[in-house]
């Protein structure tokens, strides 16, 4: 009687263990085909660093790509992010219409964050406008994390 007991306990500790690799691997694998959707939907051409963190980048230089911006893109991977490239200083407002994610934009002139703004989704037909109260030349949309980075030192990499 005790063997049986022991064979269901190592039957129920094998099931146990084969649920959780197969949600670790179901989860991993999920993570891995988001990360692909977004590739392709958004090239990723460039890098931008601010501080000493490296993002990758997927360049707006269009109207169309500013206008469409990360809306519907569920959520995106650590240190990847949105550059909208402009010709001359400007200080276009951002909105988050159709956004699904928090995501703050770092507003860059010269070589410098000179202003951030934390924005929240919008799903609603009126969304806020986030005014950046500055004149900048990139925008850069990263996800929300907190973290103070107006002064810090930005590099661009190549802009095909």
């Known amino acids: 009687m005790s063997f049986l007991k ?3 306990k190592r039957n129920y500790f094998a099931l146990s263990a084969y649920i ?3 949600l670790i691997v179901l989860i991993g694998a999920k993570y891995f085909i988001q990360k692909q959707k977004l590739k392709n939907i958004l090239k990723i051409t ?3 660093q601010v501080g000493r963190v490296k993002y990758k980048v997927f360049v707006a230089k269009t109207l169309g790509e500013k206008k469409q911006g990360l809306m519907n893109v569920p959520q995106m991977p650590r ?3 949105m550059l909208f490239v402009f010709h001359k200083k ?4 951002f909105w ?3 956004t699904l994610m928090p995501l703050t934009v770092l507003f860059i002139y010269k070589d410098r964050v000179i202003n951030q703004i934390n924005m929240k989704p919008c799903k609603t037909p ?3 406008f986030y005014e950046p109260f500055v004149y900048y030349k990139y925008a850069l949309e ?3 994390n907190g973290r103070n980075l107006i002064g810090k030192k930005v590099k661009i990499g190549g802009l095909s």
């Open 126 to 128: 009126k969304c806020k």
């Open 96 to 98: 988050m219409k159709n």
């Open 90 to 93: 400007v200080d276009y407002p």
């Open 79 to 81: 240190n990847y992010g």
């Open 6 to 8: 022991n064979k269901k």
């Open 46 to 48: 460039s890098t931008v």
């Open 142 to 144: 990263i996800e929300q």
């Open 20 to 22: 959780f690799i197969f």
